[in-house]
């Protein structure tokens, strides 16, 4: 029982549509996606992405395949107007891809707005202005009449100062937000005024962006809400209704669902739903989820670790471990139940079959994930406790995936030797697995110098037996590093790092630095972990990435590498 009666709220009113079609569709296509994790996402962070980040997530969006993305409120600040003006002159944004920013129906944020998106080659601007009751009444004080003059107002000046900008292909999209809190008959007039004021035509259609800005009802009601608007609006083949459906409730990916059903045409939201307050609707899922109904999405999650990395990177917020899709434990069962149906699924799984799997509504393979963490064996199977007795015992705090990885060593050498496995043992695999990796590559020393704003080092390692000084340069260690092995013809990618301080009890003796790192190869195909320690922390990040190399299995270059003579490599 909470504290105060649920009588302090009302239900929410049904819409009055008796012969509704949208529960008896289906959704047979994609919708027209438009990313906002540089706007809606960026601004909903604790710490907002800096130019590098955005500019790492806009060409990340971009190689996934959308074709609109929502880059900046540029009137916000000079770090968005600043960020819009980059893409545009830095030449950065591909031929089909539109930029889209966003401004309230204000004059002087509009004119900043348009003076940010000067010599873009097509953009989307995007006005708002709240019309429900509540903010009609409360916040501005205005009549329905002067609501619906302040976006007819905006528009035309959007349409003037389009106009003196003839360089560039203009596309208006107009929000009504809190439409879901609104009276549908005066979301209609405001929507009907817009397209008008706007002059919209089958060849220059408007954007209706008719968004749950805050969740009030189920997502019926919301399809309800669609279904009127989409069946009432004048100039309907002038208009692309588009869907933004936030998560106060937890139903934003079902609204969207049901939204499309009830004939909108485009879905606005962020990669991992991570907008205003609970969040926005999220893409991947959204999208994943028509994938696993025979539909192509039309968006490249076929590396979805690589994707998930660098959200995390650039957003500074991780993303839950039972994620659907995506998270590092969604393929993983930890129920013997659970791990016997799926062991007999894939027993009987043909290449050419429709996938059915018990407990796995989508290959791992279709988002690059494989089948080693799908079952593991937890405390319950009385082989537990691995990263338990790492930290506890030897102050070994392993990553999350790593976890994984390591839990099938241990698996194995279980399922080979029977019994339980005490803390020494574990270790001695967790050594022979990540620490003692000496072939074919084998760390010798390093130095490092700086080279103008660059970071260089030249190492010393082993390749194939023969000593190797190998010269590369970068914008850190680990980076300099990197370039240095594909010098020698030795080609991988860092996917991830974390270091951890240790204790220097145990058998780790007197390290006190541990460093994780996630690796794949040059394609980004294959990954698995390296493990560095050292008294250093470069030293054991380098220590790491040459465990992971040779855990990856690279192949041994012929030429290009220098042959060391013992001297010291400082210049």
Not at 25 to 35: A, C, E, F, L, V
Not at 273 to 293: H, K, S
Not at 450 to 456: L, M, R, S
Request: net charge negative; with cysteine.
């Amino acid at each position: 029982m909470l504290k105060h009666p649920a009588s302090k709220y009302r239900p929410f009113p049904p819409v009055n549509l008796a012969d509704r079609q949208w529960p008896n569709r289906t959704i047979t296509q994609p919708p027209i996606w438009m990313s906002t994790d540089l706007r809606d996402g960026n601004q909903s962070l604790f710490e907002p992405m800096n130019a590098e980040r955005k500019m790492r997530m806009f060409h990340m969006l971009c190689e996934i395949g959308f074709k609109e993305i929502e880059v900046a409120f540029p009137s916000a600040s000079e770090t968005d107007f600043n960020f819009v003006r980059g893409l545009i002159e830095g030449g950065h944004i591909p031929e089909d891809v539109t930029i889209e920013v966003l401004t309230q129906a204000r004059e002087h944020l509009i004119r900043r707005t348009m003076e940010s998106l000067k010599g873009a080659r097509r953009a989307i601007v995007h006005v708002y202005n709240p019309i429900s009751k509540p903010f009609r009444e409360t916040v501005f004080r205005m009549s329905k009449a002067e609501v619906v003059d302040m976006a007819v107002s905006a528009v035309k000046l959007v349409r003037q100062l389009a106009d003196q900008q003839p360089e560039t292909q203009w596309v208006l999209e107009y929000s009504p937000e809190t439409f879901t809190a609104a009276e549908l008959d005066f979301s209609l007039e405001i929507c009907d005024a817009v397209t008008e004021a706007w002059g919209a035509t089958p060849d220059n259609k408007v954007i209706l962006n008719l968004p749950t800005t805050v969740e009030l009802a189920t997502p019926n009601v919301y399809a309800d809400q669609i279904e009127w608007m989409h069946r009432q609006l004048a100039r309907r083949d002038s208009v692309i209704l588009s869907l933004h459906t936030h998560n106060d409730r937890g139903t934003a990916v079902a609204s969207a669902e049901l939204g499309l059903m009830a004939g909108a045409d485009r879905v606005e939201g962020c990669l991992f739903g991570n907008g205003e307050r609970t969040g926005n609707v999220d893409i991947v899922t959204l999208a994943m989820n028509l994938y696993t109904q025979g539909i192509d999405p039309g968006l490249d999650f076929s590396d979805i670790d690589a994707v998930a990395r660098t959200v995390e990177y650039c957003n500074q917020l991780p993303i839950h471990p039972r994620h659907p899709y995506v998270g590092d434990l969604v393929f993983t069962a930890f129920s013997g139940s659970h791990q016997d149906a799926i062991k007999k699924g894939f027993a009987v799984q043909q290449s050419d079959a429709l996938w059915s799997v018990p407990y796995l509504p989508v290959d791992p393979k279709d988002v690059g994930r494989n089948y080693d963490s799908v079952i593991r064996v937890n405390s319950q199977s009385g082989k537990g406790g691995i990263a338990y007795l790492l930290e506890t015992e030897y102050g070994i705090v392993m990553p999350r995936r790593l976890q994984v990885e390591f839990s099938g060593v241990v698996q194995k050498h279980a399922d080979s030797h029977g019994g339980e496995i005490s803390a020494a043992e574990i270790w001695q695999l967790f050594s022979a697995t990540y620490l003692d990796t000496v072939a074919p590559v084998r760390y010798r020393e390093h130095h490092l110098f700086e080279h103008g704003a660059a970071q260089g080092i030249r190492l010393n390692v082993d390749i194939g037996g023969i000593s190797h000084l190998l010269t590369g340069e970068g914008n850190g260690p680990i980076d300099a590093a990197v370039h240095a092995l594909q010098s020698a013809g030795i080609y991988v990618q860092v996917r991830s790092y974390e270091e951890r301080s240790m204790g220097a009890s145990g058998e780790a003796g007197d390290a006190r630095a541990c460093a994780f790192m996630e690796i794949a190869d040059a394609e980004g195909s294959t990954g698995c972990y390296g493990v560095g320690m050292d008294a250093n922390i470069v030293t054991a990040s380098i220590k790491a990435l040459v465990s992971g190399t040779n855990r990856i299995g690279v192949t041994l270059p012929k030429t290009g590498a220098i042959a060391w003579d013992g001297a010291s490599a400082v210049a």
